[in-house]
């Protein structure tokens, strides 16, 4: 799991002055990629050869992290390279169809409004709930269990949260309009979460990817395709907001 954007409030609220306004991003968005134990070890070694095609033709290191933004940017890692926009682009899309190809995960993210949002705290609390809403809804319908894995950072914050929701927690009902249904994370998390440094995860690094580019999908710009987000395809988990017919399919939008 990682994030792209921040919850906001890194400049003092001022008289009339919203605390969103200062933040880089109007949005807040938390990206999942969903692995199956059994096929972990298959994926990772399909992300190696991906990135040694990369090394091979465009000079990337092995060891470079991949950011969505400097990607999309071509800050970071890439200025170096020389590659175009239209190449970088390319880029992008074949590690998101790379994720569909590989038929190993799946993946949706969350993005919240922070204009609707009362502070920082209500956006990044109803970013990661709705994410970790969906991982108890995915393990409980595949009678399994789930360990997260999110980027370094969110470890104090992220672990409260999921012992909270562990004992007390309640979704939406499909059957009843504003009523709620109890359930809890208990049934399918294993332990705290594990957080890990994005530099060193090649899966945390497809998560950067897949939130960034839904970012984008919301929150569009002339330089970055609004519809990158759908080069995943079969990867998309599409039940992550299926009730939500509206919504572009696997990016839940936030709050709720």
């Not at 017919?245 to 709720?256: Q, T």
Request: glycine fraction near 8%.
């Amino acid at each position: 799991m990682d994030e792209s954007g921040d919850p906001g409030g890194h400049s003092a609220p001022t008289a009339g002055r919203p605390y969103w306004q200062g933040s880089p991003t109007p949005t807040y968005t938390v990206a999942c990629v969903c692995v199956a134990d059994s096929r972990w070890v298959s994926l990772f070694e399909q992300i190696i050869q991906f990135r040694r095609e990369l090394r091979d033709k465009f000079g990337f290191y092995m060891r470079a992290e991949v950011k969505g933004s400097e990607l999309a940017s071509g800050y970071g890692p890439w200025m170096g390279l020389n590659l175009s926009d239209r190449q970088r682009r390319y880029i992008y899309r074949r590690f998101l169809q790379m994720q569909g190809e590989s038929r190993a995960l799946r993946s949706y993210a969350v993005v919240v409004d922070k204009s609707k949002c009362a502070d920082p705290e209500e956006v990044r609390r109803s970013a990661w709930k709705l994410a970790l809403e969906r991982v108890e809804s995915l393990a409980r319908k595949n009678d399994t269990t789930a360990m997260l894995f999110p980027d370094s950072g969110q470890y104090v914050w992220l672990g409260r949260l999921s012992r909270e929701l562990r004992r007390h927690s309640s979704v939406g009902s499909a059957y009843d309009p504003g009523g709620t249904i109890a359930r809890p994370l208990l049934k399918v998390l294993i332990d705290d979460p594990v957080e890990r440094d994005s530099q060193h995860s090649y899966m945390i690094q497809l998560a950067d990817l897949n939130a960034y580019a839904a970012y984008r999908c919301q929150v569009p710009i002339p330089q970055f395709p609004r519809l990158m987000w759908r080069e995943l395809g079969p990867a998309i988990l599409k039940e992550a907001n299926e009730r939500h017919p509206r919504e572009e399919p696997g990016i839940v939008a936030g709050p709720r």
